[in-house]
């Protein structure tokens, strides 16, 4: 049971430069969510979806883009890359909204 | 505006003593509640939920937590830490779309 994969585990990028967090669920979930990890502040929601084509913002939207335009994916766009978003960033999905989530193993993004 | 507190940074309990994790929230209505563990380096794994109902709820691994309205808490308990438990623990609030989680207590067990 592969349940939500996260690609790349691990990326350096100089400040400026753009990319894309993947991550991919097969357990049909409808919700899916990304996250940033930051010592002594447990995780921040960045985005969300409720379904294939429909995202929204979370508590620390701002540099972050997102699309859904299946079920099983929902990537995460780091449009110009900035120090400030030097974090572990962790992909999840549920059954809906307010279930537990299930995660991945995370993404660790350093800019330089 | 919803909020999840976990009071304590880090703790350090013996092998084999019992443990309390504090839990306080801040939100309208009754919202869902979660525990997840996180062990160095990896995602987060759901040790219990409460929906509804009984209050005191049991999770994977010897752990359970009660929900005590009054008091906007959802504390997590286990009677006898093993030394695998050292992890960092968060709480976790589900209201509407949107998750919150607390800031996470680290857990240090001494052999």
């Known amino acids: 049971n592969a349940g939500v994969t996260q690609t790349p585990k691990f990326q350096v990028l100089k400040t400026g430069q753009s990319m894309t967090l993947q991550c991919a669920q097969d357990?049909?979930?409808?919700?899916m969510s990304w996250y940033r990890q930051d010592p002594g502040m447990g995780l921040r929601l960045i985005h969300y979806s409720v379904g294939a084509g429909i995202t929204d913002q979370g508590e620390v939207p701002n540099g972050y883009n997102v699309s859904r335009s299946t079920t099983e994916d929902f990537p995460l766009r780091l449009l110009s890359a900035a120090p400030s978003q030097t974090s572990v960033y962790f992909c999840?999905?549920?059954?809906?909204?307010?279930?537990?989530?299930?995660f991945g193993d995370g993404t660790r993004l350093s800019i330089l | 505006a919803q909020s999840v507190t976990q009071p304590d940074i880090h703790i350090t309990v013996s092998e084999g003593a019992s443990l309390e994790l504090r839990c306080n929230y801040s939100y309208g209505a009754t919202p869902y509640l979660f525990w997840y563990v996180q062990s160095p380096g990896q995602g987060l794994q759901l040790l219990l939920k409460?929906?509804?109902?009984?209050?005191l709820v049991q999770g994977i691994k010897g752990f359970e937590a009660e929900f005590k309205r009054s008091q906007s808490s959802f504390n997590l308990r286990k009677p006898s830490v093993h030394w695998s438990d050292a992890a960092e623990y968060f709480c976790?609030?589900?209201?509407?779309?949107?998750?919150?989680f607390g800031t996470g207590t680290s857990l240090t067990v001494i052999p």
């Open positions: 999840a999905s549920s059954q809906g909204a307010g279930q537990p989530q299930h």
């Open positions: 409460y929906f509804s109902g009984d209050t």
């Open positions: 976790a609030v589900g209201t509407g779309n949107q998750f919150y």
């Open positions: 357990m049909n979930h409808e919700y």
